[in-house]
């Protein structure tokens, strides 16, 4: 089992809709938690970090569940720019990657 | 800063070759690592060093070697290049070995084909 799981997608949704991922992890030593956006051919890059209270950056909320080990990523009112890989990162000491969920934004 | 950089940005090895990816950081941070980049497979980590001098596998270890002789610099070695480590490789640093917030930063890239 990957310690970082995540849906692969792809999610292809209009422009303005509202779009949730999650991502499960097995480890329960876990210590932090973070969303990572890649686009295409490019390096990740920071888009949030999780906090166990949830915590909200402009369209986007994240979530985290200690008990059941998961944690979610709402994107609201999406936009053509939203379109990318999102990546689940759970850290004890080092990171590690889900495989990434796939968002397609359509006009 | 220039941050994270890599090099080469492309390379094409043959089967056998030998070679060395750079990785550099100026930001004096104690976290760096090596992820591997497959169609499908997400990020795997290769190994990753918690200071100078201490090193550690990852997820995908063999046929790589690293070493940490300084802050700053953290290169992976291709030992004998096979056509399964085609591949676009990261190298990322972050502040702080212990855990913690801190976000990684990740370096451009190295885009590897093996023949």
Known sequence: RKEVEQDPGPFNVPEGATVA????????????????????????????????????DGRFTAQLNRASQYISLLIRDSKLSDSATYLCVVRTYKYIFGTGTRLKVLA | NAGVTQTPKFQVLKTGQSMTLQCAQDMNHEYMSWYRQDPGMGLRLIHYSVGAG??????????????????????LRLLSAAPSQTSVYFCA?????????????FGPGTRLLVL
């Open chain 2, 54 to 75: 201490i090193t550690d596998q990852g997820e995908v270890p063999n046929g790589y070697n690293v070493s940490r002789s300084t802050t700053e610099d953290f290169p």
């Open chain 1, 21 to 56: 991922f999650n991502c499960t992890y097995s480890n329960s030593a876990s210590q932090s938690f973070f969303w990572y956006r890649q686009d295409c051919r490019k390096e990740p890059k920071l888009l949030m970090s999780v906090y166990s209270s949830g915590n909200e």
């Open chain 2, 93 to 105: 640093s972050s502040y702080s070995a212990t855990g913690g917030r801190e976000t990684q930063y």
